[in-house]
């Protein structure tokens, strides 16, 4: 059964191991999950998906957790 319904997510992870184990569990709350390796591709998935609930690694190449979450309060 999925708790969160239609709940879409965004999890952003540098390290393949961490994205595949969250990824897994998340599915068994809801079936609506995309999945970025860094900041930059994170950003270009928000844009075009516009996710509920974004779960972000704070230290990662290219652009930062920190960063992204800034760039997306721009955004929304």
């Known amino acids: 059964m999925s708790y969160l319904g239609q709940t879409s997510i ?3 992870d540098d390290e393949s191991e961490i994205r595949l184990y969250l990824t897994r569990l998340l ?3 809801t079936s609506d999950i995309s ?3 860094d900041g930059i591709e994170a950003l270009e998935i928000y844009k075009s998906t516009k996710p509920d609930i974004v779960i972000t690694d704070i230290r990662m190449p290219n652009k930062d ?3 992204l979450l800034k760039d ?3 955004i929304d």
Do not use: F, R, T
């Open 10 to 12: 965004l999890l952003v």
């Open 27 to 29: 599915q068994k709350y």
């Open 35 to 37: 999945v970025a390796k």
């Open 65 to 67: 957790g920190i960063e």
């Open 72 to 74: 997306i309060k721009d």
